[in-house]
């Protein structure tokens, strides 16, 4: 995937707005992942309904609140925003994994004529070798959430399948907080035994 990218710099959304365009450090953001390629721009009304929706998508797939581990997933805006300080609001609010091509890089033509793109929203699923996954994934995306991924994975072929969706998580989280209360009611019952055990020895040396 990094390969689409080469030679191109991508920006990460962070404070510092770090620029990732290293064949090194393309790789490590982009290789072995499936990843979204979001068209979108902060004016359109279209945009303003689906962006929580795929924010909330990505996040509850790759934040350590929902996971175990963060799934293979990457995110690359290109945006049709019609000035910079519009992209930079609308990312401020998106995650930070995410990373966006810079403001009027005219590679996002480029990416617009290959896949395609004649309106926004638009969620282009990319496998890890650059394969079309899947066309358009905004309907599948509000319809499915991030049970989607798990198709997406399947068709990329992708190896790792260390997450857990949403609804897992209620029950992972919950064996997780009452487990150590299990682990302590255990040891205060041997504990109780013992001391029973003790005293009844106790009593009959003193018979």
């Known amino acids: 995937m990094a390969s689409l990218f080469a030679g191109k710099v991508l920006v990460v959304n962070t404070g510092d707005r770090d620029e990732v365009e290293t ?9 072995n992942k499936v990843v979204l390629l979001y068209f979108g721009a902060a004016g359109c009304p279209r ?15 790759t ?12 995110l690359v805006y ?9 992209q930079d609001a609308f990312l401020r609010t998106m995650p930070k994994r995410w990373l966006s091509l810079p403001f009027g890089d005219e590679f996002k033509r480029e990416l617009e004529q290959r896949f ?19 066309g358009d994934a905004v309907e599948e995306i ?5 049970a989607c991924f798990r198709n997406w994975q399947e068709a990329a072929e992708l190896v790792d399948r260390n997450f857990l969706l949403a609804e897992d998580f209620d029950d992972w989280a919950w064996r997780s907080l009452t487990d150590p209360f299990r ?17 009844k020895g106790e009593d009959e040396e003193s018979l």
Do not use: H, M, W
Not at 78 to 86: E, F, G, K, M, N
Not at 142 to 146: K, V
Not at 183 to 199: C, F, G, H, N, S
């Open 23 to 31: 064949e090194r450090e393309l790789g490590q953001a982009l290789e």
């Open 47 to 61: 945009c303003r309904r689906f962006a929580p929706v795929l924010r909330d998508f990505f996040v509850r797939l």
């Open 63 to 74: 934040d350590e609140f929902y996971v175990e581990r963060a799934s293979q997933l990457g």
């Open 78 to 86: 290109v945006s049709r925003d019609a000035t910079a300080q519009q």
């Open 116 to 134: 395609a793109v004649s309106d926004v929203p638009r969620v282009v699923v990319l496998k890890p070798n650059g394969e079309v996954i899947a």
């Open 142 to 146: 509000s319809r499915l959430g991030p």
């Open 183 to 199: 682990r302590l009611k255990y040891k205060v019952d041997k504990r109780t035994e013992a001391e029973d055990e003790e005293r």
